[in-house]
Antibody, heavy 119, light 108 residues
Framework: EVQLVESGGGLVQPGGSLRLSCAAS????????MHWVRQAPGKGLVWVSR????????SYADSVKGRFTISRDNAKNTLYLQMNSLRAEDTAVYYC????????????WGQGTMVTVSS | SYVLTQPPSVSVAPGQTARITCGGN??????VHWYQQKPGQAPVLVVY???DRPSGIPERFSGSNSGNTATLTISRVEAGDEADYYC???????????FGTGTKVTVL
């Protein structure tokens, strides 16, 4: 079964850090670009970051650039998102997603992990 | 940055056709993808590259894209189609991925 499972979410104070993980199974993880997408409570989807298949190229939304770092370990079939200098507006469900059917669409999604930034 | 605009809501009776628009500057020159999201669930890709369907998505879901508007059409609407729908493109000028504002489809 094709699956993405996120973990690492939780409650963190403003200015704090958190590292999200996304474990992939059921497909050739190392062949595909991967993304993080977030959704604040009651709001729409917002793309956060992407990484290419071998990890040599990354891209970030302006709102997180310089604070978040995306990475992957193809040997462990795992995607990561290191989040530093967290702000209240970073509060959201964070989804990892893969682009397997076409490079620029997200066809496999995890169930999401909630990140709450609050004092 | 590139902006995609969708109507906040669309209402449709069962068995009828729902059309959800996604407006963007010269969006016809981009590949548009559509997602369905039900409450408490992750999004599901229903149309990619303007009009292709992933395996398992019913033929009732179709897409088109021209000029400044892309459209997702849901034919013979069922109660189970009630959800939020988002369009999405890749903006090559910024290497960013952009989602539309989202449309809530209500089945009357």
């Amino acid at each position: 079964e094709v699956q993405l499972v996120e973990s690492g979410g939780g409650l963190v104070q403003p200015g704090g850090s958190l590292r999200l993980s996304c474990a992939a199974s059921g497909f050739t993880f190392s062949s595909y670009w991967m993304h993080w997408v977030r959704q604040a409570p009651g709001k729409g989807l917002v793309w956060v970051s992407r990484i290419n298949s071998d990890g040599s190229s990354t891209s970030y939304a302006d709102s997180v650039k310089g604070r978040f770092t995306i990475s992957r370990d193809n040997a462990k079939n795992t995607l990561y998102l290191q989040m530093n200098s967290l702000r209240a507006e970073d509060t959201a469900v964070y989804y990892c997603a893969s682009a397997t059917v076409t490079t620029y669409a997200f066809d496999i999604w995890g169930q999401g992990t909630m990140v709450t930034v609050s004092s | 940055s590139y902006v995609l605009t969708q109507p906040p809501s669309v209402s449709v009776a069962p068995g009828q056709t729902a059309r959800i628009t996604c407006g963007g500057n010269n969006i016809g020159s981009k590949s548009v993808h559509w997602y369905q999201q039900k409450p408490g669930q992750a999004p599901v890709l229903v149309v990619y590259d303007d009009s292709d369907r992933p395996s398992g998505i019913p033929e009732r879901f179709s897409g088109s894209n021209s000029g400044n508007t892309a459209t997702l059409t849901i034919s013979r609407v069922e109660a189970g189609d009630e959800a939020d729908y988002y369009c999405q493109v890749w903006d090559s000028s910024s290497d960013h991925y952009v989602f539309g504002t989202g449309t809530k489809v209500t089945v009357l």
